[in-house]
């Protein structure tokens, strides 16, 4: 039941943009921050992007700062990334993110999306 289901991963050339898209089922989206996380081949999970339970700040990697914005709509349980300039090193999964997340009579210290893939190439 409580569930992040990302979405908007696909191939695209460099210089590109595409928006990604996490959707929040079972629990009260509303009331916590929100994370992006990607995972490169080969490499660490990294944090793209956090954005608080309102959505008035938001944080990024060194690495995506200027390119990508994070956002979030209450309304529709929905976080999104906006990802501009696209590069190949951008090349990953990414995955939505929470913490600490409790709701009803169950405690989830992490929740994870199944991830949405998006490849960079020309």
């Known amino acids: 039941q409580v569930q992040l289901v990302e979405s908007g991963g696909a191939l695209i050339q460099p210089g590109g943009s595409l928006r990604l898209s996490c959707a929040a089922f079972g629990f009260t989206f509303s009331s916590y921050a929100m994370n992006w996380y990607r995972q490169a081949s080969g490499k660490e999970r990294e944090l793209v992007a956090t954005i608080t339970s309102a959505g008035d700040s938001t944080n990024y990697a060194d690495s995506v700062k200027g390119r990508f914005t994070i956002s979030r709509d209450n309304a529709l349980n929905t976080m999104y990334l906006q990802m501009n300039s696209l590069k190949p090193e951008d090349a990953a999964v990414y995955y939505c993110?929470?913490?600490?997340?409790?709701?009803?009579?169950?405690?989830?210290?992490?929740?994870w999306g199944q991830g949405t893939r998006v490849t960079v190439s020309s």
């Open positions: 993110n929470a913490q600490d997340i409790y709701y009803g009579r169950r405690w989830y210290p992490e929740l």
